[in-house]
């Protein structure tokens, strides 16, 4: 363990300023001088004067401090935290993607244009989709696009008095803020003993009085849970059946590709977060991509423009009954050069070997911590790619202590708490990146943990205890965020 990750041995950049010492040479000055305004001339203003070392050893030092998937397991549920291979950052980087003009006409945006065509054939091969659309950044903003195509179908048949969207009550906070934001009410649908839809109240959400109000259900498979929905194509037919249509929340597609096609289930329209499933880096709120994907019924809806081909040169074209922009250009064009390099390196057979080894590294991590950690529901069936634990350590111990206890042992925590249906939920989603060694180094920590618990809970109680600040109060440090030492 580092005892000495400590954020105050680093000092701020002020506190290693020596008075003349200089990092960078402007070159000569080529143009009219003009005058700073006096309150902001060097003399003015208080700036550290440092040599270049000094301060990329600074940066460098300060960037240890975090977490990353490339220091640590990251294990976090729900988000897929798997390896980005390096060479998606060399293809983005290529100077004819990085320095392409979106205003270039798309006779000289040739290749561009042509990767984002290429990423939409793609995705549709994996996922059985019609057309594809990459305007959305994140899976939340691709949720909202789909609800609104949903909303503009119902108007253009005059059936404008469908205004309930289900969605289960596993379900990810982003599905019922969508549906709401997109003027729908979103109408709750228990989960059944097993954790999976309760067919039953579905059924009556869909039917006699119902069925005239129906807007459509937004779903995800594997649910929350971790668990692939064993009625969903029922569950979807029961839909089509009342004249709803059916949004998937595909963030968890990592446990499918290449083994089942979500458009074969019956799915309308459905995201899936290439910053997730395909490999490029997220977290901390940076860029991603809601790619997002219709069947016949809804393909005409989708937001634009999206890449087209017409044999000879691609071009861009909004669909026919488009719902617009949502995003100014193709989205956040780098996030997509990655998710292609990866499709391309993986190849389908590489995809499908992805989603069977996540799938098998969730249940040997399951199997390996299931006496502490017992699963919430379905502990006699196969997970997906993440199981969702509910552990009960005794002594008053919390899964949020448990967290942060393993952040001592050098492990990112799991998703915890989420989804709200589980009492105490640790959500772990360890990917198909990770090796065998790593899991069992975790399940080991997760053991040494449990030990704790019995013997020395306030240990937990009171992690972490080797980072540079300790257990926090969250909803302060959110609200009135302390941002130095
Ligand atoms: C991550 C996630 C989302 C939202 O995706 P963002 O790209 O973060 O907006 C929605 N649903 C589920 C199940 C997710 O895991």
Redesign the pocket.
Known sequence: MNHENSLTDTPLLYEQSVEGRQGVRLPNLDVDETPLPPNMTRETLRLPELDELTVVRHFTRLSEKNFSVDRQFYPLG??TMKYNPKINEDAAGLAGFRRAHPLLDAGRNQGALGLLYKLQECLKAVTGFAAFSLQCA????GELAGALMIRRYHRDRKDSGRTRMLVPDSA?G??PATCTMAGFSAETVPSDSAGAVDLGALKAACAGEKRATLAGLMI?NPG?LGLFEPHIEEIIRTVHDAGGLVYG?G??LNALMGIIKPADLGFDVMHV?L??TFSTPHGGGGP?A?ALGAGATLKDYLPGPVAVYDGASYDLAAPAASIGRLKPFNGNFSVLVRAYTYLRILGPEGVRRASEYAVLNANYLRHLVRDDFPSAFGADRRCMHEFVASPCLGNGVTAMDIAKRLIDYGFHPPTVYFPLIVKEAFMVEPTETESKETLEAFAAALKAIAAEARAEPELLKTAPHHTPVGRLDETAAARKPVLRA
């Open positions: 729900s988000c994140a899976g939340a903003q990810h982003t599905n995800t929350t929340d963030a968890n977060n910053h997730k991603g809601g």
